[in-house]
């Protein structure tokens, strides 16, 4: 696989954004078939920039940066940011402000995430950044990033370690008829389109590739974790992810990310600093947190971005 190349939209240097308080920078890195990943770079006046403390921040499906850094400034990259963190918000192909090959087509896959784009945007960050450098994912993004990682031991050796929130692979042993029906009809459509109308049906801003829709069902039956032409075992990949690794659930994720299934996910992980975190008043939270609140909101704020934090800086002379 080549080497992606960052490419910078003049200007490049950082710049701070209007009423926000924050010095900001976007910038492409091309993986593969002429797509180009959208990053922008966050940091306050006083951060030590590419010294300090990086976070590599990847959101989930039919979602874009967005979900972590707003145009104004605010959601849950701006707790880091005000802790003097350098915020790396990217985004995958299709998403936000990732540009498009001259012909569009929706041909990639859940392999395609894990596989390509990841990688290279962990590269990517990695060049431009010299201090500690985490990866903080929220749903799919997590899950593929831990399979993408443990298909390619040299892109862990950048990383400091793996933050994910809200990640586990779906299967139908949660969520009862109503997931079966939704995960087949999902796949339906999508199949029918060509992509899954997420922006359309109101699921969020981003759609997504029929392909990966067709693999979330392929996958649900019987809990497999694999790639489209099944050569790849992703279970098997996980057990290949050395590095540190703190996953985060709310305790009334049932449908999206149980916390069943994020134990399943943080089990089959090869490291030997594993955390598995989960929100909710059983075990000393104030409140039982859900699939976005665990990240977006002041009571993520308050709880769990915080300890999400700490563990960083316990972990930030790795890598």
């Known amino acids: 696989m080549s080497q992606p190349t960052p490419v910078s939209t003049p200007p490049s240097s950082t710049r701070p954004a209007p009423a926000t308080g924050l010095l900001r920078n976007e910038w492409w890195t091309e993986p593969t078939g002429g797509h180009q990943l959208h990053v922008l770079e966050a940091r306050s006046e006083t951060a030590q920039g590419a010294a300090g403390v990086g976070i590599l921040c990847l959101h989930g499906l039919f979602s874009d940066a967005r979900f972590f850094l707003s145009s104004n400034g605010t959601g849950p990259a701006r707790y880091f940011i005000d802790q003097g963190c350098t915020v790396y918000a990217a985004e995958l192909r299709g998403h936000g402000g990732s540009r498009w090959p001259e012909k569009r087509v929706w041909d990639w896959s859940f392999d395609t995430y894990a596989q390509q784009d990841i990688p290279a945007l962990v590269r990517a960050a990695r060049e431009r950044h010299t201090g500690p450098l985490f990866l903080l994912a929220h749903s799919m993004a997590g899950y593929a ?65 029929a392909a990966l829709m067709r693999q979330f069902a392929d996958w649900a039956p019987t809990g497999a974790f694999r790639s489209l032409d099944g050569a790849t075992d992703y279970w098997q990949a996980l057990g290949q992810v050395t590095l540190p690794v703190f996953s985060g659930v ?10 069943r299934r994020a134990g399943k996910l ?28 665990i990240l977006r909101g002041s009571r993520a704020q308050q709880e769990v971005l915080p300890r999400v934090h700490e563990w960083m800086r316990a972990h930030a002379g790795g890598a």
């Open 145 to 209: 990033a831990l399979a993408g990682l443990g298909l390619q031991p040299e892109v862990q050796r950048m990383l400091s370690g793996v933050c994910v929130l809200s990640s586990a692979v779906n299967d139908y042993s949660d969520g009862g008829l109503k997931k079966a029906l939704m995960v087949r009809f999902s796949s339906l459509l999508s199949g029918l389109l060509g992509r899954f109308p997420a922006k359309a049906l109101k699921q969020g801003p981003a759609d997504e590739p």
């Open 250 to 259: 709310g305790e009334a994720d049932v449908f999206h990310a149980s916390p």
């Open 266 to 293: 943080v089990e089959k992980l090869g490291s030997g600093d594993k955390t598995l975190v989960i929100c909710g008043r059983s075990h000393g939270f104030a409140s039982d947190f859900g699939h976005f609140d």
